[in-house]
Structures are given as structure tokens and as C-alpha cells.
């Protein structure tokens, strides 16, 4: 069974920052790719960014150049720094990782309003 520890969400004014990261614990042998989704009130959730093992990276085309994932590998841990914040950017986010099986995180709140 794998649990996941899921942090750093808020409220933030458009421009702004926030990090997110979410950490597994559990029976875990390998984690291979990493990823963030997001799902706005009223719409399909929508891959937000990965990272492979090998740590080869793709982003969806709304938030190429104002987020950046990253993991650890010892920590277990997948992060996504997120900048400029936009309003579009509101949704609940959740980590998923592929450990041999897909496995989501239960997400967490970020809202972007001034």
C-alpha cells in the first residue's frame, strides 16, 4: 500500500509563487514517472507536468515557462514549483506516480485571486 504526504497548496494573488510537493511512503520498489494533474471546478482534470525516472520532462503548454518539476529520488518526492500565478490557474492538484501500478495523491487546494 502506498500513502502519499501532499503539501504547499494556498491562496495567492495573481504574479505570485507556490511550491508544491508530494512525498510516498509505503511498499514501494521503484517509482518510474511522476507526475502533477489539475482539475478546475467543472473540468476534466488535465496533465499539468511529468518527469520520467531518467528524469526526461514534459509540461502542458499553459504553464511552459512559469512551472518546473522536479524529484527525489531518495525522498521519494515530486515537486512543482509554480511562478506568475494566473487565476486559470485555480484547481485542486494531485500528484500521481507509476510504481509499477498508478497510484494518485488526494490533492491539494491552490487558488489564485486578488
Known amino acids: 500500500q502506498v500513502q502519499f504526504v501532499e503539501s504547499g497548496g494556498g491562496v495567492v494573488q495573481p504574479g505570485g509563487s507556490l511550491t508544491l510537493s508530494c512525498s510516498a511512503s509505503?511498499?514501494?520498489?521503484?517509482?518510474?514517472?511522476m507526475d502533477w494533474y489539475r482539475q478546475a471546478p467543472g473540468k476534466q482534470r488535465e496533465s499539468v507536468a511529468s518527469?520520467?525516472?531518467?528524469?526526461?520532462?514534459n509540461y502542458a503548454d499553459s504553464v511552459k515557462g512559469r512551472f518546473t518539476i522536479s524529484r527525489d529520488n531518495v525522498k521519494r518526492t515530486v515537486y512543482l514549483q509554480m511562478n506568475s500565478l494566473k487565476p486559470e490557474d485555480t484547481a485542486v492538484y494531485y500528484c500521481?506516480?507509476?510504481?509499477?501500478?498508478?497510484?494518485w495523491g488526494q490533492g491539494i487546494q491552490v487558488t489564485v485571486s486578488s
Open positions: 518527469i520520467t525516472r531518467a528524469g526526461r520532462i
Open positions: 509505503g511498499s514501494i520498489f521503484t517509482i518510474w514517472t
Open positions: 500521481r506516480m507509476d510504481v509499477g501500478s498508478t497510484v
